[in-house]
Every structure is written in structure tokens, then in C-alpha cells.
């Protein structure tokens, strides 16, 4: 049941009708109350969720591509070869063929006490990128020794993706 | 304004509340789960264990390799792992790495094979059953062996005037071992490399069902000796030393 009024508008002339609806509301505001349950929700969930945009998702992604690069390195027995052999710039071009172009990454070797050992430096990317990304995974690896001698050296390799 | 006092309805409103309190009900439950699993690092710790698990068997292949460099140095196992024990708690401090280790055995020998080359396999080997705990995560009893082991059949004969020597080389699981060339091989302690000789190789189906590579010595215009001893460096530094009398 609806209450109609009659007014004139004087800026036209012509007469309009506005319908003043008493009934109704409580369901607009249930829907729209509704929808902000679900919006709400939607946005609760989401804020958690870590997709493959997420800053999150991106450092667990560059971590573990750093952390195979490295397991897969030591398993062919280079990794220990070209530490133990000092053969830095190898080490880089190994690093620089496994992990995919758009990665930057800069390894440290260092030994039990946490003395650098690499005199070189093993990057691929400017130092820069590195200081201003917000974005940079940390992959820590251990290398027992190599050949006949135990002597383990603690591998830190950062990357970023460019 | 006139105010209506509705008397219907109340259901719909009803129904609403509840089913909001049911969402944001589900959606505390679920932020508990994803912050459960959000806090645990469970990609973390697979690297860690993967690093363990490959530096453990790193970690004999080391010790065997010591050992065999002298033959004396049994002790050179347990040491090692005494070590690696501390040394892997350090490299990853927060997360509660322990590792223990049981059955470490080290050593040298012979046994029986069913060879066309000979029945006689000489070896070097050395295993650990190593347990891994990391106790951040509740993670216990994560348990595998480590093993090294490298061994040869070994078999010389003498063709004119030529010493011919056949030697199959295997690893852990029977594994041929391809990689080897002449600074690889002694002979009476002396490098192959230093020697007149040729060395080829090939592979062989032996009687135990073995797939064996088989490398083939030729010491030219060699002296004419009784007995031979063959040791074999692989490229792990792990040592294994053969003797035959020459046929």
C-alpha cells in the first residue's frame, strides 16, 4: 500500500509525482547490511590469504628457488668444489645459469665463526638494488667440507627479483 | 514522519544477524588456521631438513674419505659427526635443530660377488643412521642412513708382453662409478697417469644382474710382475685399494 502526494514543480510547470514508500526499508537495509557482512568477510580473508601477488608469496618463492639452486648445486658436488677451490667467479656463473635472468642475487661465504671467506664478490645485479628493495628473500646453507677435510662453511645468498 | 510499528518481519531480521554472526564466526575460525600455518614455516623447515639430509651424507663421504686416506683413523667418523651435530645447531640458531646419530660404522674389507671378472668385490664403506629433530616445529624422529661406499672387482692377466687389467668400480646401491679417468688409478702405487698405458672402458650385464662398468687397463711392455695392487681414488677423495695376482 502506497501514499502518493501530488506537488507541482514551479520551475517546470508540469506537474510531478513523488511516491513516499512507508513499507520496504527494513529490506534495503537487511541487504545492505548483508552485503557489508559479506564484504567485510571477503576483506577479513583476504588480508591473510597469500596469493601469488603478495609480497609473502614472492620472498617464499625467491627462497625456495635459492634454496634448490643451492641443494642442487651441492648434490652434483660443484658447490663444495668451487668453495673449497676458492673458484669464486665460477661459483657466480653457476649461480647466474641456474637461477632464471630476472633474479639478482648476492651470495657470502662465510666460516664457523662468521668470518667472510669469499675476498670476491659473488653478485649478479647492483649493489642498489639489493639496499632499495623492499623485497629481499634470505636463504642460509651449510657446506660440511669437501673432499677429505671437515671444515663447514655457512653460505648466505640474498635475492631479489629485478 | 510517521513512524510504523511493524509486526512482520522479524524473522528476516532474525535470520540476517544470525547469518552474520555465522560468517564472522567462520571467518575467526579461518584466521586462526591460515595464522597456524602462516606462523609455522614449513617451507623453511623442508629446506632445512633437505640441507641436513644432503650434509649428512656429505659428512660421511668426508669421513671415508679421511679414513681411507691413511686406513687408520677409525675414529674419524663419529668425530665428524660429533661436529656436524653442533655446526648444523649453529648455522640455523632460533629453529632448534638436533640431530643424533646411531649405528656409525666405518671400514674396509672384501666380499663375495658373483662376477664374470672375479668373485672377489674389495671396498671401502661407511654408514650412519641419522635422526633429525626439529623441536621449534614439534618435528621428531625424522630418520634416514647415510652411506658411502666404493668398490671393485679386480682381475689382471698378461697378454704377450702387455699387462691387462680389468677393474669394475661401483658405488653405494651398485651404482657404476663412470667418472673416472687415469689420475684415478694406481698401480703398485704408482699414478696411471705416469704410466705407458691405455684405459678404456665398457659396460657389462654380470652374473648377480649388476650393471657394471668396467674399465680396461693396458700396461705396455710392463716388467712382468706376480702380483698387482690397484687403488682407486674416486672423485670424492674416497680410497679403495685391490690386489690380484697376475694370470
Keep these: ?162 | 514522519m510517521k513512524i510504523v510499528n511493524h509486526k512482520k518481519g522479524q524473522f528476516i531480521v532474525l535470520a540476517t544477524l544470525t547469518v552474520a554472526i555465522m560468517i564472522v564466526s567462520i571467518g575467526m575460525i579461518m584466521y586462526g588456521t591460515i595464522t597456524y600455518f602462516k606462523h609455522k614455516r614449513w617451507q623453511e623447515y623442508l629446506m632445512i631438513i633437505d640441507n641436513a639430509e644432503l650434509g649428512s651424507q656429505r659428512v660421511v663421504e668426508i669421513s671415508l674419505a679421511n679414513y681411507t686416506s691413511t686406513f687408520n683413523d677409525t675414529q674419524i667418523l663419529t668425530d665428524n659427526l660429533n661436529q656436524w651435530q653442533m655446526n648444523l645447531t649453529k648455522a640455523y640458531q632460533g629453529f632448534g635443530v638436533a640431530l643424533t646419530y646411531s649405528d656409525a660404522t666405518i671400514g674396509n674389507g672384501t666380499k663375495s660377488v658373483m662376477s664374470q671378472i672375479d668373485n672377489t668385490m674389495y671396498f671401502s664403506g661407511t654408514n650412519a643412521t641419522i635422526e633429525i629433530d626439529i623441536t621449534s616445529v614439534g618435528l621428531t624422529g625424522y630418520k634416514f642412513v647415510a652411506s658411502a661406499f666404493l668398490g671393485v672387482i679386480l682381475n689382471a692377466t698378461y697378454d704377450n708382453s702387455n699387462l691387462v687389467i680389468s677393474i669394475a668400480v661401483e658405488k653405494e646401491d651398485s651404482t657404476p662409478v663412470t667418472d673416472l679417468n687415469k689420475n684415478n688409478f694406481f698401480i703398485n702405487n704408482e699414478s696411471l697417469a705416469n704410466i705407458n698405458s691405455t684405459l678404456t672402458h665398457s659396460y657389462e650385464m654380470d652374473n648377480d644382474d649388476v650393471l657394471r662398468i668396467v674399465y680396461r687397463i693396458v700396461i705396455l711392455n710392463d716388467p712382468g710382475l706376480s702380483n698387482v695392487l690397484v687403488a682407486v681414488v674416486d672423485n670424492r677423495g674416497i680410497k679403495v685399494i685391490a690386489n690380484s695376482t697376475v694370470t
Design chain 1, 1 to 162: 500500500m502506497y501514499c502518493t502526494n501530488y506537488q507541482t514543480d514551479d520551475m517546470e510547470g508540469i506537474p510531478m509525482n513523488k511516491t513516499k514508500k512507508t513499507k520496504g526499508q527494513m529490506r534495503l537495509v537487511e541487504a545492505v547490511l548483508a552485503s557489508f557482512v559479506i564484504i567485510f568477510a571477503i576483506t577479513f580473508i583476504n588480508a591473510f590469504a597469500v596469493t601469488p601477488l603478495s609480497p609473502r608469496y614472492e620472498i617464499s618463492d625467491l627462497e625456495k628457488i635459492g634454496n634448490n639452486v643451492l641443494h642442487d648445486l651441492d648434490e652434483k658436488g660443484l658447490l663444495g668444489r668451487f668453495i673449497y677451490d676458492e673458484n669464486w667467479e665460477t661459483l657466480t656463473l653457476a649461480l647466474m645459469v641456474s637461477l632464471p635472468p630476472e633474479i639478482y642475487f648476492d651470495l657470502t661465504v662465510y666460516d664457523l665463526d662468521w668470518n667472510r671467506v669469499n675476498n670476491a664478490t659473488i653478485r649478479y645485479g647492483d649493489l642498489e638494488v639489493f639496499e632499495t628493495s623492499s623485497y629481499i628473500a634470505s636463504v642460509t646453507y651449510i657446506v660440511p667440507g669437501y673432499q677429505a677435510d671437515y671444515n663447514p662453511r655457512l653460505l648466505i645468498l640474498q635475492l631479489v627479483r629485478r
